[in-house]
T-cell receptor
Framework: DAGVIQSPRHEVTEMGQEVTLRCKPI?????LFWYRQTMMRGLELLIY????????DSGMPEDRFSAKMPNASFSTLKIQPSEPRDSAVYFC?????????????FGPGTRLLVL | AQKITQTQPGMFVQEKEAVTLDCTYD???????LFWYKQPSSGEMIFLIY??????QNATEGRYSLNFQKARKSANLVISASQLGDSAMYFC?????????????FGTGTRLQVTL
């Protein structure tokens, strides 16, 4: 079975441009998570979905960030307008549940550089 | 206060030796879970091992074991017989249940370097 798929793997853009990151979770997983990883702040949860519904978006830094999950097999994280401080690796992860030893499976990440 | 603390920014270990990576946590939730992930230089996050707060025995997965000391709120990862491929960042994470939310909080990580 394929793991979590993210695209693009690398993105370089200029400040002020719109950036869209994409994620396909593992089939059958009901939970989808978006994380951001930076040297300064480590790995932070931005938002997560359960059955396509956003459950907790308290980690979304500001209104420039938005996330959607139109169906069980696809999610997007959009930054508009992008700023240099948004440069980071963005991970998508999915899991069957959030209880017990059920782990989150991470995608390879999207490395974003905003110039 | 930090929920997950990893006090060792970097560790060195010789090949074939054992190494312990420290992790302490802070929670008032009686039910929680502790996870360790490995992040090699290629960047992906790889799940290693899980310990539940009610588990009576320490978790083991191959060369990985978790030294769980509940009263001290510590969940150290032990890697036995280190291999060069173990060189990576290692993250400890905790899952608590806050109402209907159940999120992972990660530590800052420990960079392990395995030497010949």
């Amino acid at each position: 079975d394929a793991g979590v798929i993210q695209s693009p793997r690398h993105e370089v853009t200029e400040m002020g441009q719109e950036v869209t990151l994409r994620c396909k979770p593992i089939s059958g997983h009901d939970y989808l998570f978006w994380y951001r990883q930076t040297m300064m702040r480590g790995l932070e949860l931005l938002i997560y979905f359960n059955n396509n519904v956003p459950i907790d978006d308290s980690g979304m830094p500001e209104d420039r960030f938005s996330a959607k999950m139109p169906n069980a097999s696809f999610s997007t994280l959009k930054i508009q307008p992008s700023e240099p401080r948004d440069s980071a690796v963005y991970f998508c992860a999915s899991s069957l549940s959030t209880s017990g030893g059920e782990t989150q499976y991470f995608g390879p990440g999207t490395r974003l550089l905003v110039l | 206060a930090q929920k997950i603390t990893q006090t060792q920014p970097g560790m060195f270990v010789q090949e074939k030796e054992a190494v312990t990576l420290d992790c302490t946590y802070d929670t008032s939730d009686p039910s929680y879970g502790l996870f360790w992930y490995k992040q090699p230089s290629s960047g992906e996050m790889i799940f290693l091992i899980y310990q539940g707060s009610y588990d009576q025995q320490n978790a083991t997965e191959g060369r990985y074991s978790l030294n769980f000391q509940k009263a001290r709120k510590s969940a150290n990862l032990v890697i036995s017989a280190s291999q060069l491929g173990d060189s990576a960042m290692y993250f400890c994470a905790m899952r608590e249940t806050d109402g209907t939310a159940s999120k992972l909080t990660f530590g800052t990580g420990t960079r392990l370097q395995v030497t010949l």
